[in-house]
């Protein structure tokens, strides 16, 4: 079994920071990406992040030049430091483990972690 645990959420001022930090456990395949997903009222889930093993990564361009995602592949461990946070970040963050084996297999999630971006 895969589990993911994601920590790190809370309330933040606008123009501050925060990390998260999402742990996998279990049987964990070697070719694979993690990311981060957020989800908010009114709105679709979203691609914040994407990492695979190689290191290649991919942005919303809501978040780019603002968030970093890095990743420890040894711990199985995905990060994802975040500034310059305005309210619109305000969601539900997922962990998200994808595996990238042919021809497609399964998606992973968390159970979410929510952020806060408030006066």
């Known amino acids: 079994q895969v589990q993911l645990v994601e920590s790190g959420g809370g309330l933040v001022q606008p123009g501050g920071s925060l990390r998260l930090s999402c742990a996998a456990s279990?049987?964990?395949?070697?070719?694979?990406?993690m990311g981060w997903y957020r989800h908010a009222p009114g709105k679709s889930r979203e691609l914040v992040a994407r990492i695979t093993v190689g290191g290649s990564t991919d942005y919303a361009d809501s978040v780019k030049g603002r968030f970093t995602i890095s990743r420890d592949s040894a711990k199985n461990t995905v990060y994802l430091q975040m500034h310059s946070l305005i309210s619109e970040d305000t969601a539900v963050y997922y962990c998200?483990?994808?595996?990238?084996?042919?021809?497609?297999?399964?998606?992973?999630w968390g159970k979410g972690t929510l952020v806060t971006v408030s006066s």
């Open positions: 998200n483990l994808e595996d990238l084996r042919p021809p497609g297999g399964m998606d992973y």
């Open positions: 279990g049987s964990i395949f070697e070719l694979n990406a």
